[in-house]
């Protein structure tokens, strides 16, 4: 009775996983501590994300309108603002592993621009990795999906 019950429930969580689709990270995304939400888009091959909204009370705690990139290395690009900026980069999805990888993600809080990969895990959360270098040496960012597209 067990074998019955258990085999269907593993069969169900192993074809889940295997189902993930280039797509499927497509849309709005908020941070598991709602500090962030993202925007993750097409561009070619490519996947992209753009800051849709942020928590004002971070950082200087000016008003997400009037926040501006003053931290980027460039000085040419520290008046643009925040808000609709590309914090996200060059994802390409890799069939084999399930996950977007051989991105950037920048930091628009140091100026710092890292490495990232993507996965969608099977608890339905976007694990978003900027690393320096090795995979093991950085920071993850888990999101969930904003179901009100």
Excluded: C
């Amino acid at each position: 009775m067990q074998r019955a019950v258990i085999v269907p429930f593993l069969v169900f969580f192993l074809n889940s996983s295997a189902q993930i689709t280039k797509d499927d990270v497509l849309g709005r995304w908020i941070s598991t501590d709602n500090s962030v939400s993202v925007n993750v888009y097409r561009v070619g091959n490519s996947f992209q994300a753009k800051v849709i909204w942020f928590d004002e009370r971070l950082g200087s705690g000016t008003p997400m309108e009037t926040r501006h990139d003053s931290e980027n290395p460039d000085p040419k690009l520290r008046n643009r603002k925040v808000i609709g900026m590309d914090v996200l980069e060059n994802l390409d999805y890799n069939s084999k592993t399930k996950r977007w990888e051989n991105g950037k993600i920048y930091d628009a809080s140091s100026g710092r621009t890292w490495d990232a990969l993507a996965e969608i895990k099977k608890d339905g959360l976007l694990y978003v990795r900027g690393f320096w270098k090795f995979k093991w040496i950085g920071k993850t960012i888990n999101f969930r999906r904003l179901r009100n597209q």
